[in-house]
């Protein structure tokens, strides 16, 4: 029986670290009408406490962000034991090279160029659980 497409995600915890608002209610709708449980913070600091009180599947880091930035964060995450198998992914609106080698020294499990679409959202999100 194929899965309703409003639930595909059911049980499935996001968390989504940017410091742009729109961007965080984009993602966070998109998610939530897939059966995605969603939480938020808007820099890598308010995101520690996220990731160890929701204990997140999959992590959606915006780049460049003030404090703290995707790079910074992702690193410190990697750094855990209990969350080192998370992926976590990069949104940015660029990329340069040398952004992609950074990201794979810090163990940056992919990249989601801005804007993005559901389907680019949810694409990611099914590629990476799947792995």
Do not use: W
Not at 53 to 63: G, N
Not at 86 to 97: E, K, T
Request: hydrophobic share 45%; aromatic share 6%.
């Amino acid at each position: 029986m194929a899965r309703d497409m409003a639930h595909e995600f059911d049980g499935v915890r996001a968390l989504i670290i940017d410091d742009s608002i729109t961007i965080r209610r984009a993602a966070t709708v998109i998610l939530q009408r897939a059966g995605c449980e969603v939480a938020t913070a808007a820099d890598g600091f308010a995101a520690m406490a996220e990731i160890i009180e929701t204990r997140p599947h999959i992590i959606f880091i915006d780049s460049l962000m003030p404090r703290l930035d995707g790079y910074q964060t992702c690193a410190v995450i990697k750094s855990n034991h209990t969350f080192q198998h998370v992926p976590v992914i990069i949104m940015s609106n660029l990329y340069h090279h040398l952004d992609r080698v950074r990201g794979r020294m810090l163990g940056i499990d992919g990249y989601l160029t801005k804007p993005f679409d559901n389907a680019e959202l949810l694409g990611t999100v099914r590629r990476h659980l799947a792995e």
